[in-house]
């Protein structure tokens, strides 16, 4: 009867720690990496103003408007191929500084996906210099 018992112990123990293990290996469900470009940390106030995202600045609002990585590769590589001109030449300073600053923000969107937030960090440097001379 003993010998059932201690079994019967020994066969829970087991059970339990597997479950534990099971759990411990199960990988998370992945959720979006937050993420807020530098034009919504510096001009909130210009993303509540309603625009047509088929133009140069409602097309760059909504790109800058995003609050997830993936969303912000989606929206500033769907800008740029919409905007940036194929022969390099630019309608207007405004439509060059806007390609500049979503090519850069492009590029601090793939230095946050890597990790390396040291570089995204000297990026974002650059888009606030940026916004200086757009002033």
């Not at 534990?20 to 001009?43: H, I």
């Not at 995003?66 to 630019?90: I, Y």
């Amino acid at each position: 009867m003993k010998t059932s018992k201690v079994v019967s112990a020994l066969l829970l123990a087991w059970a339990v720690l597997f479950v534990v293990a099971c759990k411990t290996l199960e990988t998370p469900t992945a959720q979006p990496v937050a993420y807020q470009s530098v034009w919504s940390q510096l001009y909130p106030a210009t993303l509540n103003q309603s625009a047509n995202a088929e133009t140069l600045m409602g097309g760059f609002k909504y790109a800058a408007a995003t609050q997830s990585l993936t969303g912000a590769r989606s929206r500033w590589t769907a800008f740029l191929g919409e905007w940036r001109p194929q022969n390099g030449q630019f309608e207007d300073g405004l439509h060059a500084r806007l390609v500049t600053w979503a090519e850069l923000e492009m590029r601090r969107v793939h230095l946050l996906e890597s990790g390396d937030l040291a570089g995204a960090s000297q990026v974002d440097d650059e888009l606030r210099n940026l916004a200086k001379e757009m002033e």
